[in-house]
């Protein structure tokens, strides 16, 4: 249960609207209560009717009985009304904090987890979440408020039958704590292996070409299979502890119910109490039926959310790895930016990816970053970006530390074309769009498309700009997907842009006719390219390239190849292969 504590903060920030619907419960549960006095007094007096037919009039007795009915009619209304208004304030709430719960993510968390685990955990264990601070709040509040009720009245009529009626309580408490620690085992099992599932699915998805292609279906079922049939087993043992559960609270309160009958008749014959009363006894333990045979429902729900809130917790409650500095204050412009002896290690004892990195770009400057797979150019570009921050050094823009800008202004400011493209299951135009915030007209967006080398490849298309594309630019090719994720990033109004390894799948003519298009930015622009060819950078004003985490060599292209290094080698391959 401690898990569930985290959701405390959400309960203190409804807690208005929490406390109007506890109001509400206990109104409805104070009508509820009457009906059975309504019954009660109602039985005694018929009963008095029918012994003395010969005081009392037939239009009298009806009148009563008509009374009587309309008084349990309208404490029944009363009692469905306040129903209502305690499910439209608690069951809100519930669904509020839900909305508000999927909201608190934390970035480290999407690097760290796998899709379908994230997907389990957003969707499956927020709602099992949700079922907690809903009905299971509400049920829990409204089984303690009816049961302190129900019993001060029967202890007000009848302590000594009071004491009979309630004799099974004690097994059903130590059945419903036995149920309750049995569920929670269980459900951190049953999502477990949900989550398994999820991932599976996601990656066969995915990954459908590649599993086609290598012919591995039959592995992939067999994994799937195997996932089902232990999130069946797992699913079955919790239904096995639940299917025990409900026939002994039934159970239980139908020994209430004979005690009620068989105790109650005897003091019936030695005048303690009224026929009345002992209608209005059954009554009342009806009336905790419901409530108590949903103990084990409510008891489910509760353990089931601990088990879930626990797997939320595991990215909930761990620290950030980046401070989003939310100052008021945001950039204007991007200036200059410095790296200053700069290193960057993921785990303590292993290797630094990056060691003792210095440079300087000034705005307007294009630098070419370039070097092998696992050189660290793109740890690089996400310290730039500050998806988290350096081990060790500065990084300064505009002489200030990055760490001391405020995030979402900072990155307002960079146009970033990833090198794993993704595109938004959406029109061709729609993702372009994508990159401004501001209304832009269709003339902006052809524009950019040619800038791009895109447009005539979209113009092919039936529906040209109005194509749908499928999840992720299923139906596009590689080189169209990366272009039309440069027209996106070159719509957006921003001082640095950044091309990461993304025109690798284009020929080198559309290369050139891109990097040309680049070159024709405003002056005042940035622009970072990172790539392995030569002929990506060549252009650039500076070109670093990186070797085992280190700059090698720094310079224009002219300057590396005099240098006749790594620069050079590089150079000479790629030029070989371009002329055989």
């Not at 049995?182 to 459908?208: C, D, R, T, W």
């Amino acid at each position: 249960m401690k898990s569930l504590f985290h959701l405390n903060k959400y309960l203190v920030k409804y807690k208005w609207k929490l406390i109007l619907g506890f109001l509400f419960i206990v109104a409805s549960n104070l009508f509820a209560v009457y009906m059975p006095i309504i019954v009660q007094e109602t039985t005694d007096t018929m009963m008095l009717y029918a012994n003395n037919l010969d005081q009392y009039s037939k239009s009298e007795i009806t009148k009563y009985g008509l009374m009587s009915a309309g008084i349990f009619i309208g404490l029944a209304l009363a009692k469905g009304l306040f129903l209502f208004f305690t499910r439209q304030t608690i069951i809100v709430v519930s669904r509020r904090i839900e909305f508000d719960l999927k909201n608190e993510l934390d970035y480290s968390f999407y690097k760290k987890n796998r899709i379908g685990d994230l997907m389990t955990r957003i969707s499956e264990d927020v709602s099992k979440v949700r079922m907690y601070l809903g009905p299971g709040i509400m049920y829990t509040f409204n089984l303690s408020v009816l049961f302190s009720l129900v019993i001060y009245f029967m202890v007000s009529i009848s302590p000594k039958l009071s004491l009979y009626v309630l004799l099974p309580l004690p097994i059903m408490s130590i059945l419903i704590y036995w149920v309750s620690s049995m569920v929670y085992k269980k459900s951190h099992a049953v999502q477990a292996n949900l989550s398994a599932i999820s991932n599976n699915s996601q990656e066969v998805f995915s990954g459908i070409k590649i599993l086609k292609a290598y012919s591995r279906e039959k592995y992939f079922e067999d994994m799937y299979a195997e996932n089902s049939k232990s999130y069946l087993k797992s699913n079955m043992a919790m239904v096995r502890i639940n299917a025990l559960f409900m026939p002994t609270i039934f159970l239980l309160i139908g020994l209430s119910n004979i005690f009620t009958i068989y105790v109650g008749g005897i003091m019936y014959f030695n005048n303690e109490i009224s026929l009345g009363n002992i209608i209005q006894f059954i009554y009342y333990i009806n009336m905790l039926t419901w409530p108590f045979a949903a103990v084990g429902w409510i008891t489910s729900i509760i353990q089931r959310a601990a088990a879930s809130q626990d797997r939320i917790n595991q990215f909930m409650l761990s620290e950030s790895i980046v401070d989003e500095n939310e100052s008021e204050e945001e950039i204007e412009k991007v200036e200059s930016i410095q790296f200053k002896n700069v290193s960057q290690k993921f785990e303590e004892n292993s290797n630094a990816v990056l060691s003792s990195i210095n440079f300087n770009i000034q705005s307007g400057q294009v630098i070419g970053i370039m070097g092998k797979t696992g050189s660290g150019k793109s740890t690089m570009i996400n310290l730039l970006l500050r998806e988290f921050n350096a081990s060790s050094g500065e990084i300064l823009v505009n002489n200030e530390n990055v760490n001391d800008i405020n995030l979402k202004g900072y990155r307002k400011k960079i146009g970033l074309v990833p090198q794993d493209v993704f595109l938004f299951s959406d029109t061709i135009e729609n993702n372009i769009r994508f990159g401004s915030k501001k209304e832009v007209s269709k003339e902006e967006i052809i524009e950019v498309s040619k800038k791009a080398g895109v447009y005539e490849d979209i113009m092919s298309f039936p529906d040209q700009f109005d194509t749908l594309l499928g999840e992720r630019g299923v139906n596009l090719s590689g080189g169209q997907k990366q272009r039309i994720s440069i027209a996106r990033a070159l719509l957006k109004e921003c001082d640095v842009f950044i091309f990461d390894d993304c025109l690798s799948a284009v020929d080198t003519a559309t290369e050139e006719k891109i990097l040309n298009s680049i070159k024709e930015l405003d002056k005042n622009k940035t622009v970072i390219i990172v790539s392995h060819r030569v002929s990506t950078v060549k252009h650039a004003d500076q070109i670093l390239f990186l070797e085992k985490g280190e700059i090698k060599e720094s310079g224009t292209h002219e300057e590396l190849i005099k240098m006749e290094g790594s620069y050079k080698k590089v150079f000479d391959k790629q030029a070989d292969k371009e002329v055989s």
